[in-house]
């Protein structure tokens, strides 16, 4: 009896503590907390310190992804004007955010660290197809640390209501 007598003013002592302490609400999507590098995020499809594209089509990435929400489709680079230091680049690349369970399962696959997880939080929104992120959507424009977190600019290229 005096156990449980201890226990509940020890619960009631936090609650009155917490009741009079400063909230720690965040008022999202106007207000967005940095999240630590190693979350699994947003996408970014990343380029090489040369400006070409590190995707090469391989396709590797939807092989791995558990949810079946890759779509990569590849095309011949032109030698004299290529897109990417392969062979092949990525004609068209797709990710369907609806699908996707975050899991980082593409990152891990990728040979040539095109495809990455970014430190930003997932978006919502009222249509499926917003969803469906285009590889114009994912390219970065600019070379850089690849966990940084998507840019404003890089956001406002899919307009999701809520990012
Ligand atoms: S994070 Fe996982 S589920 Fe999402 S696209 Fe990559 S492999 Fe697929
Ligand atoms: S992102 Fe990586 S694994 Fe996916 S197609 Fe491009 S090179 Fe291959």
Redesign the pocket.
Same mark, same amino acid.
Request: charged share 10%; aromatic share 4%; with cysteine.
């Given at each position: 009896m005096l156990k449980g007598l201890g226990a509940l003013l020890k619960g009631m002592a936090t609650t009155f503590r917490l009741f009079f302490s400063k909230s720690i609400t965040v008022q999202y999507p106007e207000q967005r907390r940095a999240m630590p590098r190693r979350f699994r995020g947003r996408h970014r $499809?990343r380029r090489h310190e040369n400006g070409l594209e590190? +995707? !090469?089509? +391989?396709? $590797? +990435? =939807?092989a =791995?992804c558990p949810a079946d929400a !890759?779509i *990569?489709e &590849?095309a011949e680079n032109d030698p004299a004007n290529p897109v990417s230091p392969g062979e092949r680049y &990525?004609s068209r690349?797709e990710i369907d955010l609806y699908r996707c369970i975050f899991c980082g399962e593409?990152e891990a =696959?990728?040979? *040539?660290? &095109?495809?990455v997880l970014t430190p930003t939080l997932t978006p919502s929104d009222y249509s499926r197809q917003s969803f469906v992120v285009s590889k114009a959507d994912l390219l970065e424009d600019h070379p850089g640390d690849a966990k940084r977190p998507l840019t404003d600019e890089e956001l406002a290229r899919r307009s999701l209501s809520i990012r």
């Open positions: $499809l590190r +995707c !090469i089509g +391989c396709s $590797l +990435c =939807a =791995a !890759i *990569v &590849a &990525a690349y593409c =696959a990728c040979p *040539v660290d &095109a495809i």
